[in-house]
């Protein structure tokens, strides 16, 4: 109970930080792209894009992707522990990192699609209500006694901001990223963003019709660097759930001890597998606290793949974890060239532009040329009949 109090806990302190770093990120986005004094406007918002972006991707991703893959991963040995300036580094729980992985993803993205449509609703209502009351203070209504006209409510409506769509591109290529990037982790993720996007659509419908005034239509041949965003997050995904699975769960642990290890091919025995011995009597003397107050303890156990006190290179790594290693960097290589070489074969099979849609524009783009052919023909019967005398 004490550690998912504190894993809870430090969840949800990351998420406040998370909130005030995004204004300050922001600024700095804003500030950086401005120096850069772009030539055109889709080149600064292709540049805003890409710094917030990133900025973005380290504030939502940083802690997570710290449980997953470095936390509790260099801590030593009992008698041996590495240390930060001074500090001993962090342990992940008894039943591993998954879970606090799990719970870090749960806060953070229920979390941010609570506040996000809290945030998206509460502030335009907010401006909408404040341009209201300074209107009808200034005496601008011509009608105080009756109801207002349409262009009077019009008038009360807030604009859009300055990049129109940019804030609501980013929140959905940031969902994109959690429920693609750690969907190994947090299963459930993709079920959130189904209920997320269904009450999103009709929040911004709302907001849009009701709250802020018409925005002006621009033409545009695709969504820019979005896309190339979006791609690029879908080949990190693959390489980081590979990771998570690998390194993060004990499924590669477990799956070789049920084919190696194991003579019934059960996990009997499984958790004595992953524990390694130790000799009380190697701490150092500041620390021999066992040894003094109960002198039957000899040893103790704790999680890794180390060689025994009684072994002539005690407490070094066995033959075990290098096996181990080796298995999960083979399952690493081979689960990214499958999902690579099956993303291919889709995209070969599926492409762009169907069949049937290539076929039509073939069909009308000769159907343009008959009937350039005809005209430059009648043209030239015309021309043809002026010069003759």
């Not at 962090?90 to 998954?98: I, K, P, R, S």
């Not at 749960?106 to 506040?115: E, P, S, T, Y």
């Not at 399952?331 to 291919?344: A, E, G, N, P």
Request: proline share 3%; glycine share 4%.
């Amino acid at each position: 109970m004490v550690s998912l109090t504190t894993s809870v806990t430090a969840a949800l302190l990351n998420r406040v930080c998370i909130m005030t770093f995004n204004l300050i990120y922001r600024r700095i986005a804003t500030f950086l792209t401005e120096l850069e004094i772009h030539r055109t406007q889709s080149d600064y918002e292709n540049s805003l894009t890409l710094k917030m972006y990133m900025l973005k991707f380290v504030n939502y991703y940083s802690s997570v992707f710290y449980i997953a893959f470095f936390k509790g991963r260099f801590v030593g040995h009992p008698g041996h522990y590495n240390s930060l300036f001074g500090y001993r580094q962090e342990e992940c729980g008894t039943g591993g990192c998954l879970f606090e992985l799990s719970l870090q993803l749960a806060i953070i993205v229920a979390g941010k699609q609570f506040i996000n449509a809290v945030v998206e609703m509460g502030v335009p209502w907010l401006l909408r209500v404040y341009k209201k009351w300074s209107v009808h203070k200034k005496g601008q209504c011509a009608h105080e006694n009756h109801a207002p006209t349409q262009w009077e409510s019009d008038y009360n409506l807030i604009n859009q901001e300055e990049l129109g769509l940019f804030s609501e591109y980013l929140e959905m290529v940031l969902q994109f990223g959690f429920v693609t990037i750690f969907v190994v982790a947090f299963p459930l993720a993709p079920l959130f963003a189904l209920i997320n996007n269904i009450t999103e659509i009709r929040l911004d419908a709302r907001k849009f019709i009701t709250f802020l005034r018409r925005p002006v239509a621009e033409r545009v041949k695709n969504i820019g660097i979005w896309y190339r965003i979006l791609n690029s997050v879908g080949k990190i995904s693959v390489i980081t759930n590979a990771l998570i699975i690998a390194f993060t769960s004990s499924f590669i642990e477990e799956t070789f001890y049920k084919v190696f290890i194991s003579p019934d091919g059960s996990l009997n025995g499984f958790l004595n597998f992953t524990l390694s011995d130790f000799n009380i009597s190697d701490f150092p003397g500041d620390l021999n606290i066992l040894s003094e107050t109960d002198t039957s303890v000899e040893y103790c156990k704790y999680q890794d793949y180390r060689e025994p006190p009684t072994a002539s290179n005690k407490y070094e790594y066995k033959t075990l974890y290098w096996q181990l290693a080796t298995a999960r960097l083979v399952f690493v290589s081979i689960f990214v060239c499958l999902v690579f070489i099956m993303t291919t074969l889709i995209c070969w099979l599926i492409p762009d532009i169907p069949k049937s849609v290539k076929l039509q524009i073939r069909h009308e783009n000769h159907i343009v040329n008959d009937v350039i052919i005809e005209e430059e023909l009648k043209r030239a019967k015309y021309l043809g009949r002026r010069e003759t005398p």
